[in-house]
């Protein structure tokens, strides 16, 4: 199936990225918002990223100033930004990239199952939410799939593409292309909790927290060992913050209440009592560390 035109709905820190690399790749995208001030939002980080690239292009001579401001240009004409739920009607992909909330994703396939063409493919970006029960949600269980980007969005390679025991071969052929025509690396993953790096990582970010409750080492030099012991770009502490608590949070405490007896899903009650002091990592300027903007202060 070709794709021309997709929605991606929710412009937040995972969505305005997708929006971004998909107008970046040439297709038409609609970010959808549920309110102004969050589209506003997205559209200027939207703006800076492609600010920063262009500038960065120029920087190492692949793009005179011109033609670097001219692909900005053309990226940002690819991009309407929308507040109505019926611009994503006629798309041919629609991306979900709302908050991690089961409810709130199953409640937003039923009204995108109603209002679709009937071709429209569905796709969560969800980290850690069974696929297949939002494609039951949508009523159109073999259009579903999972498209999991990473953050940075503009900037890691892969995006897990996860198939259901109902999405049929043509609809995950054409995720996958879409990913490919992203210039991502697509991996194929099963409906599994944490798909490939989840499962991994998230378990590998809770053994740190829990270090740090312990007291075993601070967070600046347990994220010091895994940097440099591992060569990782960041240390597990630091990246909690860059993914944001609250995500963390609520990944394992799902994984937690459906998989009571995996001893690697645990929530570490450090993580609980920043949520609840709203330190929620980078986005809020604070969580196990202090930022200013994207850097650490
Ligand atoms: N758009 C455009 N450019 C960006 C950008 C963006 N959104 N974010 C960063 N950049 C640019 C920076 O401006 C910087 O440019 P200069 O070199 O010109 O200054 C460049 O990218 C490198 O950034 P930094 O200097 O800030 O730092 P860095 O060299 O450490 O690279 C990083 C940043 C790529 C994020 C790197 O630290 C990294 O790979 N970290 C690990 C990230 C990771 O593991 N992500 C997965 C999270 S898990 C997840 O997403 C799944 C989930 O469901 C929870």
């Given amino acids: 199936m070709e794709l021309k035109k997709i929605g991606v709905v929710g412009c937040g820190l995972m969505g305005h990225g997708i929006v971004q690399i ?31 690239m262009a500038a960065k292009s120029v920087e190492k001579g692949k793009a005179s100033a011109e033609d670097a401001e001219k692909g900005a240009a053309e990226t940002r004409a690819r991009i309407t930004g929308t507040l ?25 396939y039923k009204e995108l199952g109603a209002i679709c063409k009937p071709e429209t493919i569905f796709a969560t970006n969800t980290s850690s939410f069974p696929v297949a029960e939002m494609g039951e949600a949508s009523g159109r269980p073999e259009r579903m799939v999972g498209l999991h980007f990473f ?47 989840n499962r991994l990582l998230v378990p590998y970010m809770v053994q740190s927290l829990l270090m740090l409750e312990r ?36 990944i394992v405490e799902g994984w937690v209440e459906r998989y009571p007896n995996e ?32 850097k650490k202060a």
């Fill in 84 to 108: 109505d739920q019926k611009d994503l009607a006629d798309c041919d992909l629609v991306i979900e990239a709302i908050i991690e909330d089961l409810d709130l994703k199953k409640q937003l």
């Fill in 151 to 197: 953050n940075p969005v503009q900037l890691m390679r892969l995006v897990e593409v996860v198939r259901t025991e109902k999405t049929t071969d043509e609809v995950f052929a054409t995720a996958k292309s879409f990913g490919e025509a992203t210039r991502k690396v697509p991996v194929a993953c099963k409906d599994t909790p944490g798909f490939v790096v």
């Fill in 22 to 52: 998909a107008a970046q790749a040439g297709f038409q995208v609609f970010a959808f918002e549920a309110k102004q001030e969050f589209l506003d939002k997205g559209l200027a980080r939207i703006e800076k990223s492609l600010s920063k």
């Fill in 263 to 294: 001893p690697a899903f645990a929530i570490p009650e450090i993580l609980r009592t920043k949520v609840k002091e709203g330190k929620l990592g980078r986005k809020t300027g604070e969580g196990f560390y202090k930022w200013d903007g994207d």
């Fill in 215 to 250: 007291g075993d080492a601070t967070a600046a030099d347990i994220d010091a060992a895994m940097q440099f012991g591992c060569g990782h770009p960041m240390g597990p502490i630091t990246l909690t913050d860059y993914v944001g608590l609250d995500t963390t949070l609520s």
